[in-house]
């Protein structure tokens, strides 16, 4: 088991520039979320997975966001025309369901995205 | 809705003990608690189901009070390896919410 992979680690792009990220999620699992944290916050929840079908989207998430899990195995976060307010660590989790409630989430290292 | 950590922050002596309290102004089903340091990504340590389970990992425990929709963490003779950002996640339709975070500083 290698646990939640992310790559890149970092990412530095121009303003007004698209960027992609990839997560490989642990292997069984079939659940797959993107959280965004920024320096002194929580992970802030953007949008999840179960296998390939996207269940949910945050409200506040802007509509240059984009993720896909086609497959049900990794999923892209991709960012549009990226703002200097874009700038986060993009945190990658996965679980098998929740239905027992004994599971929880794994995270990735995580991608540092820095917009200039 | 996001649970409500306290306190912010705390700064602690090798060997002292503290206190996470993880508030929320929902019912609470479960609570996760992570750990994360510096530049890293949060590590999970345990998980509290309603029902109020004290659980344990290492000489760092936690309980579940429903009544009070709280959970708390509790460290005891806090190492320097326990110096992190711990977190609080409450269980929303699927996935979780985190708290804003207690930051810990455990000095020799």
């Known amino acids: 088991d290698t646990g939640v992979s992310q790559d890149p680690r970092h990412k530095i792009t121009k303003r007004g520039q698209n960027v992609t990220f990839r997560c490989d999620p642990i292997?069984?699992?079939?659940?797959l979320y993107w959280y965004r944290q920024t320096l002194g916050q929580g992970p802030e929840f953007l949008t999840y997975?179960?296998?390939?079908?996207?269940?949910?989207k945050s409200r506040l998430l802007s509509d240059r966001f984009s993720a896909e899990r086609p497959k049900g195995s990794f999923s892209t976060l991709e960012i549009q025309r990226t703002e200097q307010g874009d700038s986060a660590m993009y945190l990658c989790?996965?679980?098998?369901?929740?239905?027992?409630?004994?599971?929880?989430?794994?995270f990735g290292p995580g991608t540092r995205l820095l917009v200039l | 809705q996001q649970p409500v950590q306290s306190p912010q922050a705390v700064i602690l002596r090798e060997g002292e003990d503290a206190v996470i309290n993880c508030s929320s102004s929902?019912?609470?089903?479960?609570v996760h608690w992570y750990r994360q340091k510096h530049g890293e990504a949060p590590v999970f340590l345990m998980i509290?189901?309603?029902?109020?389970e004290q659980k344990g990992h290492e000489k760092i425990s936690a309980s579940f009070n429903e009544k009070k929709q709280q959970s708390s963490l509790y460290l005891t003779a806090s190492q320097l390896s326990y110096s992190g950002t711990y977190f609080c996640?409450?269980?929303?339709?699927?996935?979780?919410?985190f708290g804003q975070g207690t930051t810990l500083q455990v000095k020799p």
């Open positions: 997975f179960q296998n390939e079908a996207q269940l949910e």
């Open positions: 996640g409450t269980e929303g339709q699927g996935k979780l919410i």
């Open positions: 929902k019912a609470l089903y479960s």
């Open positions: 989790a996965s679980s098998l369901d929740w239905t027992s409630r004994q599971e929880t989430q794994y």
């Open positions: 292997s069984e699992h079939n659940r």
């Open positions: 509290l189901l309603k029902g109020g």
